[in-house]
């Protein structure tokens, strides 16, 4: 099993696909935002749901490359002006 593992994470740190799970710090430090403001946006539908890291548990997290995208199209928002 760990070497499937091993494999599995060699087979994706190759092909540039790997998944990252980013916290609830590193998203408001990626944001540049408090941690009040994050929930408050999560709260008004203004920016992605965490996820449950494991079943049952209070742990949520981030795929870094949605928090990316939203940042993206937060940005492409503003050049259209839609801001």
């Given at each position: 099993m760990a070497q499937k593992y091993?494999?599995?994470?060699n087979s994706n740190h190759t092909t540039g696909s790997s998944v990252q799970v980013?916290?609830?710090?590193k998203v408001c430090s990626k944001?540049?935002?408090?941690?009040?403001?994050?929930?408050?946006?999560?709260?008004k539908q203004q920016f992605i749901k965490p996820f449950t890291l494991i079943p049952g548990g209070?742990?949520?997290?981030?795929?870094?490359?949605d928090v990316?995208?939203?940042?993206?199209?937060?940005?492409?928002?503003?050049?259209?002006g839609a801001i």
């Open positions: 091993k494999d599995h994470l980013i916290r609830h710090v944001l540049q935002i408090s941690s009040a403001k994050l929930f408050d946006m999560v709260a209070r742990a949520v997290g981030w795929l870094e490359r990316d995208q939203w940042i993206l199209s937060r940005k492409e928002a503003a050049n259209k």
